[in-house]
């Protein structure tokens, strides 16, 4: 029970991580695409109209690329982190196989499917559900010529910063994960297969 709850708090923690990113270093990640995309003459949006617009493929791009950084590997070259071994005598769990940044993406996306559906447009009640529905996924995952007056509201940028760009993130990262593990265990798998040959 004890490695279920720290291993959902660590989901919670990359959670938290990452919408601290989203909120406050937005900038870092698409300044330099935005640079850029100026230099070679891709773009004529300013820096903020840039970010807003192209904000969420970027932050998912990010995610992937981080994710195909083997951080364990850099914790086991630090002693500190290297000698912290688990010395009990039970058998591995889920918890222990799998990493928390695989399912990271599991509580935003809960948090961000019940804004997604409860959300509702200030002129829901003159458009159809069809346009309700369309302006909806515009909102959430739109570029700023996507959006109308009645998709604005005082919590249209928290939306896109803490639930979309976040969910995004984490998934892009996870998915960036498994593919690495997949790659690396068909290495080691493949890697001690063929020794005996090359030896005869």
Sequence with gaps: MVKAVTWCAKCLFL????????????????????SIATRFHWTTQGNVVFSLNYFLPIFATVGFLIGLIPFYRL?????????????????????????????????????????????TSRNSSVINSRAITTGRFARFFGTLNMQNPSLLD????????????????????????????????????SGPASLPSTEE
């Design 154 to 189: 005082a919590r249209w940028a928290s939306d896109r910063f803490i639930f979309t760009g976040p969910m995004l993130f984490l998934m892009a990262c996870a998915l960036a994960v498994y593919l690495r593990r997949r790659l690396t265990a068909r290495h080691r798998t």
């Design 75 to 119: 914790t086991r070259t630090i002693p500190a982190f290297s000698s912290s071994t688990d010395t009990s005598k039970d058998p591995p769990t889920f918890f222990d196989r799998t990493p928390a940044i695989l399912w990271a993406w599991l509580p935003v996306t809960i948090a961000f499917l019940v804004r997604y559906f409860t959300w």
């Design 15 to 34: 959670y938290l991580v990452v919408v601290i990113l989203a909120t406050r270093l937005a900038t870092i990640f698409t300044l330099p695409v935005w």
